[in-house]
């Protein structure tokens, strides 16, 4: 959204023409007619009605948004002490690229996310902190670190943007441009645990959209984004590199290993894989996703399984452990809900997986996929 264009909007609904309006603002003609014009093109509607002179519905929609940003424009002016100042502040592009450094914890990550250069967004960061009159990030190798007045802003920022995810939210909504389903790919362990914390939160955000998970291991997820038989595939990878497709890290985890009590002596402390050479090793079958990263593991360091049972279902895997039948490789976060019948050993060196998720194209998403990856991403 652009304060500005909803004052323009404000003016056009009461005086009907442009140069009426123009006047009232106190500008020319041609200055808020290239200013709505520019808003349209961006949002692929009309806001204003040239032939009727009136507002569309797209653009009492703006309105109905718009009213909220007066509650952004006082916090901006109390965050920078002049009320006069706080209107030119109230700037959507500043509130999303200091939100995207937030996310990604850098300028250089965020640059990447928002298609500009570090180097220009390192610039545009100064200038907003020279008209702040306000110090926003302290900036350390590889991080940043939002100062208490950097906080502030991003508070700001963050009310901003909901305003304006929602004015967008309920537009697409009316102009059909958005799907009422969303088709994600997942793991049936760690994707689907990972999806279930989040609905809740999203979908009272967007009660109307509906979510179609099909289960699948990482590689038939790809194959389904990339034949857009979904929107959004969660995978659990080896490293962060996905070819033609880029993936968003969600978290990292370390895999564990799992042994009977009365093993505790024999792996009391990390353990190379090379010595669980021949140990009796209970896995899942071979389509999982953790078990192409737990047999890549194994072949890299040597160890050759005697494996006595595959099954999928972590618990299953726990409760054989627990019964002395063998040993396990597991993620980390699965054993936190079991008793602690076993001992968990980490792996030296350790070996990680991360759990991302890749789109097609970001510019693409539709505003409740960009809340969802929000979502996923916290």
């Known amino acids: 959204m652009n304060y500005q264009v909803y004052?323009?909007?404000e003016v056009l609904k009461e005086q009907k023409k442009f140069t009426l309006a123009a006047k009232s603002r106190g500008c020319l003609q041609s200055t808020l007619s290239r200013r709505l014009l520019a808003e349209e093109m961006a949002l692929e509607c009309t806001l204003f009605d040239r032939k009727n002179h009136e507002l569309t519905f797209a653009g009492?929609?703006?309105l109905k948004y718009g009213v909220k940003l007066e509650q952004i424009r006082k916090e901006l002016a109390e965050f920078v002490g002049d009320e006069t100042r706080a209107e030119e502040l109230l700037d959507f592009r500043s509130f999303f690229y200091i939100y995207e450094i937030y996310e990604t914890g850098n300028i250089t990550n965020a640059a990447e996310n928002l298609y500009?250069?570090?180097?220009?967004?390192t610039q545009y960061v100064n200038s907003m902190e020279r008209n702040l009159g306000k110090k926003l990030l302290n900036r350390h190798r590889g991080h940043c670190e939002f100062t208490v007045e950097g906080a502030g802003y991003l508070t700001i920022a963050e009310a901003a943007r909901k305003i304006d995810r929602g004015f967008k939210t309920e537009l697409d909504t009316h102009l059909r441009r958005t799907s009422h389903k969303i088709r994600i790919a997942l793991s049936r362990q760690t994707g689907s645990l990972l999806i279930s914390r989040v609905l809740s939160t999203f979908l009272e955000e967007f009660p109307h959209i509906q979510i179609d998970i099909t289960e699948a291991d990482t590689d038939r997820a790809r194959e389904l984004l990339l034949k857009d038989k979904?929107?959004?595939a969660l995978l659990v990878v080896p490293g962060l590199s996905g070819g033609s497709l880029r993936y968003t890290k969600i978290y990292e985890e370390e895999l564990k290993l799992i042994t009977p009590m009365k093993l505790e002596k024999k792996y009391p402390g990390p353990v190379r894989l090379e010595d669980l050479d021949g140990e009796r090793f209970i896995l899942q079958q071979e389509f999982t996703a953790v078990q192409h990263i737990v047999s890549a593991a194994l072949r890299q360091h040597n160890c050759t399984p005697d494996v006595i049972c595959r099954i999928n279902l972590f618990r299953a895997m726990v409760n054989m452990v627990a019964s002395g039948a063998g040993v396990a490789l597991?993620?980390?976060h699965t054993l936190l809900d079991y008793s602690k019948d076993f001992n968990v050993v980490s792996l030296e060196p350790p070996i990680y997986y991360y759990l991302v998720y890749a789109v097609?194209?970001?510019k693409r998403c539709s505003e409740?996929?960009?809340?969802l990856m929000e979502l996923l991403r916290e």
Request: net charge negative; glycine share 0%.
């Open 7 to 9: 004052l323009d909007l």
């Open 60 to 62: 009492k929609l703006y």
């Open 116 to 121: 500009i250069s570090q180097p220009a967004l």
């Open 230 to 232: 979904v929107d959004m």
């Open 330 to 332: 597991m993620p980390e």
């Open 360 to 362: 097609q194209d970001v």
């Open 368 to 371: 409740a996929m960009k809340r």
